[in-house]
């Protein structure tokens, strides 16, 4: 897989500063330069577009000054400068005001470390500060130092952003670029600057738009697909092992609320590969117990009491429940770390499964065990 394209990865979703709150946003790599993007819940495309397609190229020039009015209206510039303009607001109109700049950048984005939308505690206004790397810092000391009162333009993609007079130098690195910015806007900048430009264009080849209504079908087809496995575990355990089979039932809900309980703390979306990861816990988690109650009454025949045979069947399908569970397990995770989407998906709802099944399945049971035989103390195991 060339280099770019695991770079593109983390520079398109740096490069979309709305859509930052959705955890769920799926990339997956397809053929060797082409990148599939699923956003649920996002209905403008043009935005994601536009979003996806910005440079973010941020460069630092000095302002020409000498350059007149006159001149700048008659488009008189100097060799080796360039006209831009600065955007700004004012009586709710904005304002577009020309700045002549060197052509050439004396630093440049790729010096920048950090950019972070912050309110600056004089004018409580919203800014973007920014830090530079070691070799930024020491040009923008030299600059600031060699440049007092003269003006310093940030670019952002030809446009100017901020072009200050340069009051005192500025020694540690760090600054920060002020406009009309509003809290929103500061963020999306310092989330434009940390992402930096993207090593190639982006062509967007195919958009589609999936309704609603055709993902409710899914989901819904699917948790019915699961009530129905469910369903059938629970007769087929209450059929086959009754008291016992209750008690295995039991410990089975308990491990599917311990499940949806680890998928929210961890923010998991529940797709329809989750479900499918649901169904097949659902099942593994019995299988403990049926390997559990089996023993029991393989110890029963063999004439064991009901006590020393039910400690016997715990203690020696403790092994095989070991070995089934650590086998899927390590499926589980090779599937996680190396899976991307519905594949991901489905990984995350196994892993999590298998460890809330192994304890469900061992410590509840048991647990249900013991205080029935110390309620009832049966004569005979309904096994």
């Known amino acids: 897989m060339p280099r770019w394209t695991h770079f593109r990865f983390r520079q398109v979703f740096m490069l979309l500063p709305d859509l930052q709150g959705f955890i769920h946003i799926l990339f997956a790599r397809q053929g060797e330069r082409r990148i599939l993007m699923q956003i649920p819940g996002i209905s403008d495309t043009r935005k994601i577009e536009a979003d996806v397609n910005t440079q973010a190229k ?97 670019v952002l993609d030809d446009k100017v952003i901020t072009a200050p007079v340069i009051r005192s130098p500025i020694l540690g690195g760090q600054g920060q670029i002020e406009g009309n910015f509003t809290v929103e806007g500061a963020n999306n900048l310092a989330v434009l600057l940390n992402a930096g430009a993207l090593p190639v264009p982006l062509k967007i080849l195919e958009i589609r ?43 089975l809900v308990m491990n599917l609320i311990l499940l949806l ?26 299988d403990a117990n049926v390997l559990i109650y089996e023993r029991i ?28 569970n650590a086998t899927h397990l390590l499926a589980g995770l090779i599937l996680l770390s190396l899976g991307s989407g519905p594949v991901g998906g489905f990984a995350v709802a196994l892993t999590l499964g298998i460890i809330s099944s192994f304890f469900t399945s061992i410590f509840v049971t048991r647990l249900q065990v013991i205080w029935w035989l110390q309620g009832r103390r049966p004569a005979a195991l309904p096994i």
């Open 58 to 154: 941020l460069t630092f020039h000095m302002v020409d000054e000498t350059v007149s009015d006159a001149d700048i209206a008659a488009r008189r510039i100097p060799p080796g400068d360039k006209l831009l303009y600065e955007e700004d607001v004012i009586g709710g109109q904005t304002v577009q005001r020309p700045v002549v700049i060197k052509e050439r950048a004396i630093i440049t984005g790729d010096m920048l470390e950090r950019a972070q939308g912050t309110i600056d505690s004089q004018t409580q206004q919203p800014v973007v500060s920014f830090k530079f790397n070691a070799q930024g810092a020491r040009r923008f000391a030299d600059i600031t130092r060699d440049n007092v009162g003269h003006r310093f333009a940030a």
């Open 209 to 251: 738009t999936v309704g609603a209504e055709l993902g409710q079908d899914a989901i819904q087809a699917g948790w019915i697909s699961a009530l129905g496995g469910l369903a059938l575990v629970v007769g087929f355990m209450l059929l086959q092992y009754r008291l016992f089979g209750i008690f295995a039932n039991i410990a």
């Open 261 to 286: 309980a680890a998928m929210t703390i961890f923010r998991a979306t529940l797709t329809l590969p989750g479900i499918a990861g649901f169904v097949l816990t659902m099942g593994m988690a019995v």
């Open 297 to 324: 009454k393989e110890e029963i025949r063999n004439g064991r009491t009901i006590m020393s045979a039910i400690d016997s069947g715990f203690a020696r399908a403790m092994a095989t429940i070991i070995d089934a």
